[in-house]
């Protein structure tokens, strides 16, 4: 079974620009939470999406948004890039069996120049 | 909102000495879950504590649920190289959200 696919692995911007991370949850999931991890903050919650819904969303400013398809697939995107969304940003799957446990990708690395 | 605290924020331990880390809940959790995250890999999932009081072993690892479902902790017995990385535990309160702890880095002088 594959896992979690999350493209692109790295990206380097610059600031004021866009960008669109893809995630694909493992086939079955439907619950797709995003997080963005940085040296000194850890794991932050950005948003979690289910049966393309948005379900839960952390304290991230509005440049942060995300979506989700019909087919569980999902998409984050990050407008007028700082260098501080300079992190590793994580996409992880669930089953939605009220126990949540999460099933990681790779993650994207995104470095803002 | 929920807050979860870990304690240490890093360790450094010989090889073959026992390391701990600690999870506190500002509330009382559904569940709690441990993650164990590779220098330059993601998380990956290890174990879900559900029931007050429960206690987990895999191999050297023991894990424990507090009987109030607020605190947990991880312990390793006798490191080994392999054990290197970043342990997360994380919290399910209400509304299903899972609130991650800020992690302990663990290394492991060989």
């Known amino acids: 079974k594959a896992g979690v696919t999350q493209t692109p692995r790295y990206l380097i911007k610059t600031r004021g620009q866009q960008v669109t991370l893809s995630c694909s949850p493992i086939?079955?999931?439907?619950?797709v939470s995003w997080y963005q991890q940085t040296p000194g903050q850890g794991l932050q919650f950005l948003f979690e999406y289910f049966s393309e819904t948005q379900r839960n969303k952390g304290n991230f400013p509005g440049r942060f948004s995300g979506r989700q398809f019909s087919n569980s697939r999902s998409e984050m995107n990050v407008s007028t890039l700082e260098l501080g969304d300079s992190a590793l940003y994580l996409c992880?799957?669930?089953?939605?069996?009220?126990?949540?446990?999460?099933?990681f990708g790779a993650g994207s690395r995104l470095t803002v120049l | 909102g929920q807050q979860v605290m870990q304690i240490p924020q890093y360790q450094h331990v010989q090889e073959g000495e026992d390391f701990t880390t600690y999870c506190n809940s500002s509330?009382?959790?559904?569940?709690i879950q441990w993650y164990k995250q590779r220098p330059g890999g993601h998380p990956v999932f290890l174990i879900q504590?559900?029931?007050?009081?429960e206690v987990k072993k895999q191999k050297r690892l023991t894990f424990q649920f507090g009987e109030a479902k607020k605190n947990s902790s991880l312990h390793i017995t006798a490191t080994q190289t392999t054990d290197v990385g970043t342990y997360f535990c994380?919290?399910?309160?209400?509304?299903?959200?899972?609130?991650f702890g800020a992690g302990t880095i663990l290394r492991v002088k060989s």
């Open positions: 992880a799957s669930s089953l939605v069996d009220g126990a949540n446990v999460l099933t």
């Open positions: 509330t009382t959790l559904s569940n």
């Open positions: 504590l559900v029931k007050s009081g």
């Open positions: 086939s079955g999931h439907r619950s």
């Open positions: 994380a919290g399910q309160g209400g509304g299903n959200k899972l609130v």
